[in-house]
């Protein structure tokens, strides 16, 4: 290995793993493992020296031991195939932050470095020292210094004055004091790194995306100038869509490996590969992965039932040679359709996919028609008008014979038992 090699830091850059996730009641173990083993094999064929896990390794804060066995299998194999290999990793939102530090001292051993709360002092201050970690290459040599800062909840961050965005603000003073407090002790041609799971203003979203899990409905979007230019590269976590930050490429997210909802069924898996020399980045790629289970939605937009029908007429029957892909079906119905799961259900029961939902649709309103359409207060007072107004405005038509029969059958056994509680009461 030449000289100029050796100068040469690599590293790989992921995120939001969500391991033990369910899709839709489906176990994703497979998928998971599928990724884990492609990714340590990214590991060993590119050499690399550091792996960054920018958060949210886990679905929920509570994983399954079946889960828990599948992340560290990962870190044992990983490492043992890789000697040498540095691996820091954050805790995200959907991780326990002292579940996931609970195995550190034998982890620190493999070279393994978890950070999932922030620690603090006796005094109660923020212990920065613990959030900064010396990058080493697989020889032991330090080429640079990270700050592995977890997700930061109210609270966790540098106290100040009162200010509009003090959560913003907050965790600027984080980051401002990590890299002062490395500024003092690294050398000219060494690099910093910086890793977080958050959101920061302007990155691109999923649009109806439970799995981002957003606080204050966003207003927690921190600037761009969170992080200072002295900064070599930022990694990030926490938003599935991988991207740069405002087309700064020293700003990433890595995005998720797996889809994490049909929202994203159109995104570039994958992971993140720097080189990185003399504390430049002189090569920057993302490596992209192919989730083994594909999203498929059918039709492509909402149309008719007895179309849809017809659509999933065609698919291929079952087979064990391929993993049968998630299916979305999308209906455009102009009124209620009780047996519409089960309808769906027995047209897809021989089918090579595994449904997830149905998604009924019904023709949009016109804007006037929208504006209209607030329940006036007379309304709220008298139940079949709420319901009539209700019903027309998403079906645009008016409240059928029976289901009117229906309603008012029940709206008459309400009242009956609300007579008799407050005649029990008034005695």
């Not at 992921?14 to 492609?38: K, N, P, S, V």
């Not at 059958?409 to 005695?427: Q, R």
Request: glycine share 6%; aromatic share 8%.
């Amino acid at each position: 290995m030449s000289e100029q090699t050796k100068k040469i830091m690599k590293i790989i850059h992921t995120a939001d793993w969500h391991i033990g996730q369910t899709f839709f009641g489906y176990e994703r173990i497979e998928e998971h493992q599928f990724f884990l083993d492609w990714l340590t094999a990214q590991i060993t064929a590119l050499e690399a020296d550091i792996l960054l896990v920018c958060g949210d390794i886990f679905d929920v804060a509570n994983p399954s031991a079946q889960a828990q066995r599948q992340f560290y299998r990962f870190l044992k194999q990983a490492t043992t195939r890789n000697p040498g290999l540095q691996i820091i990793i954050i805790a995200g939102n959907h991780d326990s932050a002292t579940r996931l530090e609970t195995p550190v001292p034998l982890l620190e051993e493999m070279n393994i470095y978890i950070r999932g709360v922030v620690p603090r002092k006796n005094t109660g201050e923020i212990d920065m020292e613990r959030l900064i970690i010396e990058l080493k290459d697989r020889n032991g040599k330090r080429e640079g210094w990270c700050m592995a800062v977890p997700y930061l909840r109210q609270g966790d961050y540098p106290p100040g004055d009162a200010e509009e965005n003090p959560y913003g603000k907050g965790v600027k003073r984080m980051y401002d004091a990590l890299l002062a407090a490395i500024e003092q002790r690294r050398q000219a041609d060494e690099a910093i790194v910086a890793m977080g799971h958050l959101q920061t203003c302007g990155c691109w979203l999923s649009e109806n995306d439970p799995s981002e899990r957003l606080i204050i409905g966003g207003l927690e979007g921190l600037p761009e100038d969170t992080f200072s230019p002295e900064i070599t590269y930022t990694a990030l976590g926490h938003i599935h869509r991988e991207q740069w930050v405002n087309k700064q490429k020293a700003i990433r997210y890595a995005g998720s490996p797996l889809p994490m909802s049909f929202a994203e069924e159109n995104y570039r898996h994958g992971v993140i590969f720097l080189e990185i020399s003399a504390g430049k980045i002189i090569r920057q790629k993302k490596i992209p992965f192919c989730p083994p289970t594909p999203l498929l939605r059918i039709p492509r937009h909402p149309e008719p039932l007895s179309d849809v029908l017809l659509y999933l007429a065609q698919l291929p029957e079952e087979t064990e040679h391929e993993a049968a892909p998630y299916l979305e079906v999308c209906v455009l119905l102009t009124g209620p359709e009780p047996a519409l799961r089960n309808r769906i259900e027995e047209a897809v029961q021989h089918k090579n996919v595994r449904l997830t939902r149905v998604v009924p649709f019904y023709p949009e309103t016109t804007s006037a028609e929208s504006s209209a359409g607030f329940i006036s207060a007379e309304e709220l007072m008298d139940p079949w008008k709420m319901l009539q107004t209700v019903y027309e405005k998403k079906y645009r038509q008016t409240v059928p014979d029976y289901l009117a029969r229906l309603f008012r059958t029940a709206l008459e056994e309400s009242y009956s038992k609300l007579e008799d509680t407050h005649e029990n009461t008034t005695h």
